[in-house]
Each structure stands twice: as C-alpha cells, then as structure tokens.
C-alpha cells in the first residue's frame, strides 16, 4: 500500500532505537580490514629490529644446543616444548598486541563506542531457506561478491605485474649472497603488499559509502511510522485536545471570578465583550485600566449575565468592545490610542453610580501631589 511505503527518513527516535535497542549501527568490515591489514605492516616497520633479534636468538639458542648433551627423557621434551612456546610467544605476542588494538579502535570508531549483545541472539528467521536464498540475491551480497572480485583481480595483476617486471632481478638473485636475496625479496613483498593496501583502502572507502547508504535506506520509515511515533511521544491528539479544552475551561473560570470585580463591560451588543477593572483610588498616577475578562459569542452572554448579577455597570459600544478584544491581552492595561474612549465610558458609569464628585476630588489629589 502506498501508506506502506519506506519514503522518510529515520527520525532521531528511530536511529537511538536501532542503536540502542537493536545494536544496529553503521559499520564497514572493509574498513577494519584495510586498517588491520596497515596497522600490521606498520607495526612490522616498527618492530622489525626487535623480532630479528628474538630470531637471531632463537637460531643461535638452537645451534648451540645440537651440539649439547642430550637426555632422553619427558622432562627435556617438556623443556624444549615450552622454550619454544615462549619463543613464539615474545616473538608474535606485541604483534599480535599492536594489530588487536588498531582493530579494536577502529570498530569503536564506528560503532561510537556501543557494546553488546543483541546481534549474536539467534534469530530463528534465518534458518527460514526462503530467506536465505532471497539473500543471496540481495544487494549486499552482489556487492560482496564485487568487492570480492575486485580484491582477488587486485592480487593477480600486482603480484604478477611485479614479478613480471623484476624477472630479471629475481633471476639473478641465485649469483648474489643469500643476505641480499632475502633483503630483495622481502621489499619486493613489501611493495606488493603496499600496493594492494591502497587499493584495498579505496575498496573500503566504497564499501564504506555502499553501508552508509543500505544503512539510511534499512531505517526509513513509512508516513503511517512517522505518524504512530509522534503520537507515542507527544500524545494522542485527542488526549491532548481534551487536555488544551480542560486548560481553557480552568482558566475561563479564573477569568470569569474577575468579573464581579470589574468596573464597566464593554459589549457589541452579543457577539463581544470586554470587563475593564480601574481603581482610580489605589491605581499608580500612570495606571491605565486593564482587561480582567474578554470573550465572544456565548462566552460573551456569560461575561454580561455574570456582570449582571453582580451590578457592574454594562454599556454597548461596538467598536470599542471589538477594539479591546482584538488589541488588548487579558490582565493587560489597554493601549493610550484607547484612553479617550474609555474614559468616555468611565465617565458614564461613574455618573450612573453617582461617584463623579469622589472621582474629580481623587483626581484633583493626585494632580495636586504630582
């Protein structure tokens, strides 16, 4: 199905639970081996003196005993056995060290440092033959089977391409003291292996990129994946609509205990209105009335129903009731454009309350103290 589809890329959820969950990661074999295959001859460079000493004493250790009384009993087999057991060990052993190690950073390098186990579970899925002979004609295994080729015609032509062109120099290794035959013949090796190295790092550059992009490809996701995991992390929407609605019902509710208190609402006449609070006695010289509840159409009803039942005077001004819901936030003081036309309907309630008198001698006060 087209919803089925593979088209997305791999959210960041996905790529930690592939890490971590399925030990996935992106990882070239091409790449350690090119790397072992270097660090090794490196090391050789490094510890070729060292390893022709351990032969030298090896040898002479050796000559030196068949000239030696010799008893015939276990314990000299015994002896010898392990003198070359140790031999091999001192020879081979920071070797074996130097190559473990180049191995062991370059796979952590690539995984960034994961271990585990999940990889080797056995899966009963690959013992399925269909499986199996569906993989073998998968993209990684022709890629393999290139790399393959590619490797195997590497050695036939640089090998051959080098002896080919010292032939005559081979040849005439039989005049020359075996010292200088061995020396010959081991740059000899040295090139050819240097030669196959670079070859064999472009091969893991390529292979490289091949993984990277089977990588990307094996963890895309479909639309419907994308969709059922932004669910799983942000929730179902409908939840989250109930939880927004429920918000809004509580703070409706605060809004609607403010309006007992107001002193004037605005309204137009059903679809708005806005209750302004301003208490000129206690309010700062730069205090301007502020915008304790606002809401259209039925939450409009309740505000005036509220405003009526607690005797806070109620005036029609349409215009200034659309201005003040479109302009002002609540618990915002309205802007100095708006002052003139709520003074305006200030003025009214005071005069219907009675209170102008009180009103101009608190304003006089606070003239005279400013």
């Known amino acids: 199905m087209p919803g089925d589809e593979k088209t997305e890329k791999a959210t960041p959820k996905k790529r930690r639970d592939a890490r971590e969950k399925e030990g996935k990661v992106l990882q070239s074999k091409e790449i350690v081996t ?4 270097l660090g090794t001859f490196a090391a050789l460079a ?38 070359v057991i140790l031999d091999c060990v001192m020879i081979v052993m920071p070797l074996c060290v130097i190559v473990a190690f180049i191995v062991v950073i370059s796979v952590m390098a690539q995984t960034r440092g994961l271990f585990t186990m999940k990889p080797l579970k056995p899966k ?5 033959p269909l499986n ?19 490797e195997l015609s590497a050695i036939i032509v640089v090998v051959y391409g080098q002896i080919e062109s010292r032939m005559t120099e081979i040849v ?13 013949i081991a740059n000899t090796i040295f090139t050819i292996i240097m030669i196959l190295c670079i ?17 990307e490809k094996n963890l895309k996701m479909s639309k419907q994946e994308v969709k059922d995991e932004y669910k799983q992390m942000e929730g179902d929407p409908q939840i989250k609509g109930k939880i927004k609605q429920k918000q809004r019902e509580m703070a409706q509710a605060r809004m609607m205990e403010q309006v007992p208190g107001a002193d004037v609402v605005v ?44 005797n806070v005077y109620i005036t029609e001004n349409r215009a200034l009731a659309r201005e003040l819901y479109d302009t002002v936030e609540l618990g915002r003081e309205i802007p ?7 003074a305006v309907v200030l003025s009214e309630m005071y005069s219907a309350k009675g209170i102008m008198g009180t009103v101009s001698q608190t304003a006089r006060d606070r003239r005279r103290n400013n």
Not at 56 to 82: C, Q
Not at 124 to 128: A, V
Not at 199 to 215: K, R
Request: no cysteine.
């Open 132 to 150: 199996g002979i569906k993989n073998m004609f998968s993209a990684q295994a022709v890629v393999g089977i290139i790399k393959g080729l590619i």
């Open 336 to 342: 100095s454009k708006l002052f003139n036309a709520v």
């Open 124 to 128: 009963f899925s690959k013992l399925n």
């Open 199 to 215: 070859i064999f790092v472009f091969v893991a550059a390529g292979d490289f990129i091949f993984q990277w992009w089977q990588f």
């Open 267 to 310: 309204r137009n006449p059903t679809h708005y209105a806005v209750a302004l609070k301003y208490d000129i006695e206690s309010a700062a010289s730069d205090s301007a009335p502020r915008v304790v509840a606002k809401g259209m159409d039925a939450l409009a009803l309740r505000i005036v129903k509220i405003a009526e039942e607690h």
């Open 172 to 184: 005439s290794l039989v005049d020359t003291e075996p010292i200088y035959a061995v020396v010959y």
């Open 34 to 37: 090119a790397v072992s295959i």
């Open 46 to 83: 490094v510890l070729s003196s060292y390893i022709f000493l351990q032969l030298t004493k090896v040898v002479r250790e050796g000559v030196e005993a068949v000239g030696g009384d010799f008893i015939n009993e276990f314990s000299t087999y015994t002896s010898v056995f392990l003198n």
